[in-house]
């Protein structure tokens, strides 16, 4: 069961009475929880060249400049994702959204993408961020289309080391992105 307390757009305020089997038991668990439509991360990869593509954003919520993987929301508003979820096709709207939300914030057309990981927020929230690996793509002569609040002061090319540099020096303040990262970067060199 699932119940909508409060929503202003961005995000839904649930109560949930939910059951869980936790070892051969079942337990009814009630729940106050927030939702928010989901996000994708795209890791844009020269693999060989060990290199990956961040963009430079401002970042109103920090004050600052923050290095980051391209990426944005996967539906406008939270009525559309909440239809997707009763459709089960959420999923479809996030495929759809990786080329998308690449060719807007840095100007590459995607041509094959590839799904790594759903980190979940956890805590309470419900807000999934899809990770994919690009390693086929080609830039765009257009360049990048950002939407009208965006600043992004173009992007780089950083090699894998430089990439663990700026997250042990919090230069890329997404946390989640920061796991994903290392976890991609410590695997690839890994298997050479």
Known sequence: MEKSVYSNGLFEFLETEEEFVVDNQTK?????????????RALIVDKENNKVLLSKEFRYELNEWDYRLPGGKVFDNLEDYKEAINNNDVIKYVEKTVPKEVMEEVGI??????????S?????VIWDLYYYEITDYEISNDGPHL??????D???WKSFDE????CINSS????????VL????????KTK
């Open 28 to 40: 009814t668990i009630k729940r106050t929880m927030v939702r928010r439509s989901p996000g994708i």
């Open 109 to 118: 057309i995607v041509k094959n993408q590839n799904l790594i990981k759903v």
């Open 120 to 124: 979940k927020d956890g805590a309470s």
């Open 147 to 152: 939407e009208e609040n965006e600043l992004v």
């Open 154 to 156: 173009g992007y780089v």
């Open 163 to 166: 990439v663990i540099d700026l």
């Open 172 to 179: 890329i303040h997404e946390d989640r992105s920061v796991g």
């Open 182 to 189: 290392l976890t991609y970067i410590l695997e690839s060199k």
